[in-house]
Structures are given as structure tokens and as C-alpha cells.
């Protein structure tokens, strides 16, 4: 089966072709820089505008050349429907259906964040892990339990990355702050900020704030960002053992852009290993956004025959990944 996937909920406008006979998944990425401040919105929706047509070009061509020449050989069309950016999504809905149409082959309609844990799950091949999703808008744990996988803790406000983001811009770094918050961590000493974990829950608005005023008392740049992430990403552990613990499982994945952190991958095969819990991370190019992820989830879809006429198809910007039916599983692997 080869599938060809869509992603552009926020920044990567990606498109992928996923064939389950070799495994392979090909990927063509072209990431929205921001000039200055954050992602924009409507600056995001004129990128994807620009860029989705030219990634899947590329991906299309890919799929004619490993295809004796014989047309594209595509059997379904995977796009991101949510959660995301709207105007950005509506851009990404359209031209997905428009392919599927275009080839005669079914849309299948993918939750972004399903996606990050499903990625996890495929290269593991563990049945039935825990997966954090620490990535720019989201930060949550989540267990598969009948049918559905449940939302076990989450962020009470802002995305991981994006808390890390904000103290970024407050300190005029460019978007995106994570990898050179990594950086400057290495050079840094410890400077302790609130620690904030509610039962499964977490938040981040107060670390961010106490970082900002850290960093304009004069505390260096460097040992603010050591702090931010050793806090951090504890509370991420702490909440995601937990989650181990409530559940009794024993396999855990990484999933989402701040999952790239090499400290946070550190601390939960840490904490994995002294549970005897098995720790899997994804290769970076599948813990960002990535349109990979979402051709391979989309390719267990239609095995499921889990498809979507067009009418039924709008995106949906607040898609929670509890709210999707999981059809591609079998019941004895919950
Ligand atoms: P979502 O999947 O929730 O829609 P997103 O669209 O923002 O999130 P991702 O690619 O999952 O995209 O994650 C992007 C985030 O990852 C950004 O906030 C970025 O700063 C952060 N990030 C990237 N690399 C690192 C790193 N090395 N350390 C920490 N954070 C990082």
C-alpha cells in the first residue's frame, strides 16, 4: 500500500509518501521561519499557500519514478485535519482533497497528535506504550483504553515549546527558541524556577514568568535556560512515570518537536531503565512536524477502512486526540 500524507497545522508545510511493502518514507519538508516574534498565523496559512503545492509535486514525482513509470501507484491521500491552525489547516484540507479526487483514491482524515504517538508506536513496534507528546503547542501523556486513546495528564496552559518559545523572543532569540535554549543550557549552571505539577497535570506560565524576570535581574541567559530545562523536563517525567504507574505499562514513547531535546530524551530513559520500562524516541525528522507520520498512520486507516467522503471532511483546529475512534487497533491490544 503506498500512501501520500499532508501536514501543515502550523510551520511544516510536508508532504510524504509511505509504502508499507518496503517501509520506506520519503519526506519533503519546507519549514515557515518567522522574520521576527512568533508564528503568525496568517503569514503561516500564505506559506502553506505557497509551499504545499511544491512538497507534493516533489512527493508525487517521487511516487511516478518508484513506480515504473506506471502513474503515481497511490492508494489514498492522508492530510493533517487537526489540531492546528485553522487558516492553515483549510489550506492543507483542500489540497488533500483535491489530490484524492485528482487520483480517485480515498481521504483519509488523520488527528495530528495520534500521529506523534502512532509514528512512536510503528518504529517501536510496542504494543500498547504511554506516549508523552512534548511538542510546540501540545504537552500531554497518553494511554490507549477501550478503543480510545485517553488524555492521562496535560498542560493546564500553553504548549511545552511554546512556553519555551515565548522566553526566547523575551530574550530577542529567533523563532524557534528550543534548539538554542538547548545550547546555552550546556553552558549554564543551575537557577532554580517554580516547579508545577498538579496530579497528572502541569503548567507553565509561572516558569516562564519567573525565567523572564531571572533573566531581566541579571541572571545569566545561560543559567536561566539550564533551569528551564532541568525544570522543565522534569515535571514531564515525573508526570510521565506516573502515567507508567497508573496504567502498568511498561513501554513508553516520545513524540513532538521538543522530543529533539537530547536532556529530555536523557531523563526518560533514565527514569525508564530504574522502572524497567523500554524507552523509545523517534528519529528527529519523525518528532517534528512531519507529514511522514501522518502517510503511515494514514496507511492503517484504510487498512481499517477508515476513510472520509468529502462532505464529512472540514478540519478542526481543537481536534483532541481523545475524541478519535481507534480503529486500526485490535482489541486485544488494549
Ligand atoms: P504540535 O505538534 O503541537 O502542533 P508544533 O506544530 O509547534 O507542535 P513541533 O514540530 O512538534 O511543532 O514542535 C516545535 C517545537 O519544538 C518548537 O516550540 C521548538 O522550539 C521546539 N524544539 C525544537 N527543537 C528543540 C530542542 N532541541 N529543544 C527543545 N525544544 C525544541
Redesign the pocket.
Known sequence: MRIVGIEG????ASAALFDSETGEVFIESDPYEPDSGG?HPREAAEHMGDAIPEVVSTVLERAAETNDGDGAGVDGVAFSRG??LGPCLRIVGTAARALAQTLDVPLLGVN??VA?LEIGRHGSGFDSPVCL?A????AHLLGYHNGRYRVLGETMDT????A??KF?RHVGWT?????K??EAAAEGDYHDLPYVVKGMDFSFSGIMSAAKDAYDDGVPVEDVCRGLQETIFAMLTEVAERALSLTGTDELVLG???G???R?REMLAEMCEQRGAEFYAPEPRF???NAGMIAVLGARMLAAGDTLSVPESAVDPNFRPDRVPVTWRDDEES
Not at 504548549?159 to 511554546?162: E, Q, R, T, Y
Request: glycine share 20%; aromatic share 2%.
Open positions: 497545522t502550523a510551520w511544516a508564528i489540531p492546528g495530528h497528535m506523534h507528546n511538542s510546540g503547542a501540545n504548549g511545552v515549546g511554546n519555551i518559545d526566547t523563532h524557534p527558541g528550543g534548539p535554549v538547548e513532538g518537536g521538543v529533539q531535546n537530547a529530555l518528532l517534528r512536524d
